[in-house]
């Protein structure tokens, strides 16, 4: 690898950034390309692919091959609420490859006897993210339905560019929630993000049928980023 490609990897591996290692395997050159960066036309349509899968392999541009090397962080999923849908979320979450946290300022529900082996941290979401921020591949679950425990984090993950934002709770809920969100500055564009009700529409009525109506969302939101009107990708 040329070192120069290394170095810029490297780079953007320690600040969590996606990046594309392409080899043209005609000549064995190397670049490194971070997501967001301009690449036009076929090679362009192929590497977007790629950052959406997060899947490397070769792809055949104008009859010379390219192979794509996929460096993507590890998708985080930050759940605001120790409540009953966040204990079945937790496990299906780890199957799915998510690293789990969970924020929680009462102590009566944020235990390690009700969550075993899960990053769990009993304190107000502010001072939780000052330690470990938000970034662009984490997606963060709004659950305690308190205004005082949702928003603050919820206005963190728009400022942090989460990849996906969801709040539980009713159309009625979620509208006076919008109203507390622009009194706190969050752009009025910004709030047609949030998935609210949260999760995929499935019908969902158990805490358990819950959590996978919101880590299939989740996983929907990770897969079709930077595609216009959600569809997924080929």
């Not at 899960?118 to 502010?126: K, M, N, S």
């Not at 425990?149 to 969801?166: Q, R, S, V």
Request: one cysteine or more; aromatic letters at 4%.
């Amino acid at each position: 690898m040329d070192p120069h490609s290394l170095k810029k990897l490297n780079a953007l591996r320690r600040e969590r950034n996606a990046a594309i290692l392409l080899t043209d395997l005609g000549d064995g050159r190397d670049r490194v390309i971070g997501e967001g960066d301009a690449v036009a036309g076929t090679l362009g349509e192929a590497v977007a692919r790629a950052f959406r899968s997060g899947k490397s392999g070769v792809a055949e541009v104008d009859g010379r091959q390219f192979f794509l090397n996929v460096h993507l962080p590890a998708p985080r999923l930050v759940v605001i609420g120790a409540v009953h849908i966040s204990q079945a979320l937790a496990p299906m979450a780890k199957i799915a490859g998510f690293d789990l946290t969970i924020i929680d300022p009462r102590t009566a529900f944020a235990s390690p006897e009700r969550f075993p082996d899960v990053a769990l941290h009993a304190e107000w979401p502010d001072e939780a993210l000052a330690r470990q921020p938000l970034d662009a591949y984490t997606a963060l679950a709004a659950l305690t339905h308190d205004p005082k425990i949702d928003d603050p984090a919820l206005k963190a993950a728009f400022e942090a560019e989460c990849f996906y934002i969801g709040a539980l709770g009713s159309r009625k809920t979620h509208a006076k929630r919008v109203e507390r969100l622009i009194d706190l500055g969050v752009a009025g564009e910004m709030l047609e993000r949030i998935d609210a009700p949260i999760g995929l529409d499935i019908g969902a009525a158990t805490p358990a049928e819950i959590a996978v109506a919101v880590l299939g969302s989740v996983i929907r939101a990770l897969r079709t980023r930077g595609l216009d009107g959600g569809g997924l990708p080929s």
